[in-house]
């Protein structure tokens, strides 16, 4: 299985950058993964918040397979704890599914289409994080729920 995170807009932060490729390398021993990222939409001041979510859901939408296990990262999605996100990686790993994608939308979330083309919804926290951070803070869980599944000492209960 190949994990894929695809996010609309690109991380600026030099910082974060250089924190999420280091664990993007680490993670390349564990797990064929890719980050694709959709621009964000320019010169959108005169449209609605509603027609901004479905350009994006456009933008999206022609990044995924028809077979993708599509998961959206939304504050209404389910939280895990870092060893029951390992279970549910673990549980994708060992189903047929060749790709699963995890999608953070724009600023504004998600239009009703991307809702409904998700298969399931995964909450990091229940607190907002900027669009650039959460990058941070999903290739290192997902780090993190390799490391648990192999049984290496990164990960402290």
Known sequence: MKIILLTVGKTTNSHLIHLQEEYQKRLSFYIPYESVVVPELKNTKKLSIGEKLEKEADLILNQ?????????LDEKGKPFTSVGFSEFISKKMLSSIKR??????????FSDRMYKRANSLLSLSSMTFSHQ????IFFEQLYRAMTILKGEPYHHD
């Open 64 to 72: 995924l397979d028809s077979n993708d296990h599509v998961v959206l």
């Open 133 to 136: 951070m959460i990058r941070l």
């Open 100 to 109: 699963t994608v995890f999608v953070v939308g724009g600023p504004y979330g």
